[in-house]
């Protein structure tokens, strides 16, 4: 990586450009040090949120096995983590715990149904109080490709899961709780997807001026994942993409001075594994 990048300096732009390979498309990241944006998409903003969400921190609980669990007592309202992006209303004092699951468990069966995961997986506990409706956070794009029919909501009930219909919004979809509880948001497999995404950039802690650049779905179970491998490194803030990308499709990465990059392309896509990473 060129000498002139000066982590001290929030003055500093480097402009880094992705390639989408199979549509000749480049799409143009600026990159500017510590300032932190909030997330755009031309497209779904103009799907405007009228429901009036009162932000909350969760407690955080680590069980002896490193799971993360989430805790949070509220009053009736509607409600939304700052942590998780998980949603829900009430008409009551409620009391939840919840923590981000393992796609891996219902694999076989998403493959089966013929859908696939588009946001975190939720394990939702209800302890006390009784929920009116769950939104849980999605990072499809709403263009014009998609219906409502597209989307699932996997739920949790006494005898297993099930997939159920939903109301989907701009970053969530919607479901009211009756008998189940829902679990993560689903699309179908055979629709092609356009996704939110983030870029995350960290200063290797390991190797002199290199820099792990990360394409991923706008997930926090997969941001979760490259912040505990890039623990130690040097986070630095950038700009999300005003732009949505689209899913399963390869891209590579150049930047604004003279580098070396690897690998040479890689396939945006939804993983419960780390993610691979270009180094530059």
Not at 3 to 10: A, M, N
Not at 135 to 149: E, G
Not at 162 to 169: K, M, N, Q, V
Request: net charge neutral; hydrophobic share 35%.
């Amino acid at each position: 990586m060129s000498s002139s990048l000066r982590t001290s300096s929030c003055k500093f732009k480097l402009e880094i450009i992705f390639h989408n390979i199979e549509l000749d498309l480049f799409i143009f990241i600026y990159i500017i040090l510590f300032i932190s944006p909030g997330r755009t998409c031309e497209f779904c903003s103009v799907f405007v949120d009228h429901e009036h969400w009162q932000p909350f921190e969760p407690t955080r609980v680590t069980a002896v096995d490193e799971t993360v669990k989430y805790r949070i007592s509220v009053t009736r309202g509607s409600h939304e983590c700052r942590v998780t992006g998980l949603r829900w209303q009430s008409f009551c004092n409620v009391e939840l715990e919840y923590s981000l699951g393992d796609w891996d468990l219902y694999s076989d069966l998403l493959e089966k149904k013929g859908f696939v995961s588009c946001g975190p997986l939720m394990d939702l506990r209800v302890i006390s109080g009784q929920l009116a409706a769950v939104h849980l956070p999605h990072f499809i794009c709403l263009d014009t490709q998609h219906r409502w029919r597209d989307f699932r909501m996997l739920c949790a009930e006494d005898t297993g899961v099930s997939l159920e219909d939903c109301l989907i919004s701009q970053f969530h979809a919607v479901q009211f709780c009756h008998t189940f509880i829902p679990m993560a948001v689903l699309v179908s497999s055979g629709v092609p997807v356009k996704a939110h995404c983030d870029i995350l950039i960290y200063l290797s802690s390991t190797a002199h001026q290199t820099l792990h650049v990360y394409l991923i779905p706008g997930d926090v179970k997969m941001k979760e994942s490259v912040e505990k491998r890039e623990k130690g490194s040097v986070k630095i803030c950038t700009t999300w993409p005003d732009v949505s990308l689209q899913m399963k499709q390869h891209y590579t990465l150049s930047t604004s001075c003279s580098s070396q990059i690897t690998p040479q392309k890689l396939k945006l896509r939804y993983t419960s594994k780390t993610p691979n990473f270009f180094k530059t």
